[in-house]
T-cell receptor, first 115, second 115 residues
Framework: AQKITQTQPGMFVQEKEAVTLDCTYD???????LFWYKQPSSGEMIFLIY??????QNATEGRYSLNFQKARKSANLVISASQLGDSAMYFC????????????FGSGTRLQVQP | EPEVTQTPSHQVTQMGQEVILRCVPI?????FYWYRQILGQKVEFLVS????????KSEIFDDQFSVERPDGSNFTLKIRSTKLEDSAMYFC?????????????FGPGTRLTVL
């Protein structure tokens, strides 16, 4: 069975600072994908970044980067230069197993950016 | 930029009634999904659909649920006899063909309230 754990229910960060949101996962599949989604108060789910299990380099997308430590089974999201608009729920998700497409989500981290 | 759309944005129904939630996936995507998020909880996978058939489903997706692609653009989720515990946000998602990241892009959601 696959499992995603996000241990930080809430995080605060000052505007313009960097913040790391933690995500650990558990799977027995050698091939899997890790995703981060942002859910603002309006409710939609916005894709941020993807990391494949065989990717050699950490993924980056603009101000988002993924700190992928395969041996530790962690895939932490780093947001640099936080903005007020970054205040939202952030979900880590995993797609695992050949032929499996279902995403397993963590419980989320609520990030609040303070001016 | 193409996006997944969902209608209605909010549906209120009486317990025992049938509801149909509608989605228009991104036009060149071939895989379609439904997820739900009970208020304050994590996002849960319901079902995936490919080539006009269910490819994967969760334990939540019992006989009360069904999916259909009635034409070339719409993708629907039907709940035959709604229960109070079906109250949730329902997200439709779509992803392109296999290979690469196969990222799932989510619609804005339909909030279902069962009274």
């Amino acid at each position: 069975a696959q499992k995603i754990t996000q241990t930080q229910p809430g995080m605060f960060v000052q505007e313009k600072e960097a913040v790391t949101l933690d995500c650990t996962y558990d799977t027995s599949d050698p091939s899997y994908g890790l995703f981060w989604y942002k859910q603002p108060s309006s409710g939609e789910m916005i894709f941020l970044i993807y990391q494949g299990s065989y990717d050699q380099q950490n993924a980056t997308e603009g101000r988002y980067s993924l700190n992928f430590q395969k041996a530790r089974k962690s895939a932490n999201l780093v947001i640099s230069a936080s903005q007020l608009g970054d205040s939202a729920m952030y979900f880590c998700a995993m797609r695992g197993g050949t032929g499996r497409r279902a995403l397993t989500f963590g419980s989320g981290t609520r990030l609040q950016v303070q001016p | 930029e193409p996006e997944v759309t969902q209608t209605p944005s909010h549906q209120v129904t009486q317990m025992g009634q049938e509801v149909i939630l509608r989605c228009v996936p991104i036009s060149n995507h071939l895989y379609f999904y439904w997820y739900r998020q009970i208020l304050g909880q994590k996002v849960e996978f319901l079902v995936s659909f490919y080539n006009n058939e269910i490819s994967e489903k969760s334990e939540i997706f019992d006989d009360q649920f069904s999916v259909e692609r009635p034409d070339g653009s719409n993708f629907t989720l039907k709940i035959r006899s709604t229960k109070l515990e079906d109250s949730a946000m329902y997200f439709c998602a779509s992803s392109p063909t296999s290979g690469g990241t196969d990222t799932q892009y989510f619609g804005p959601g339909t909030r279902l309230t069962v009274l």
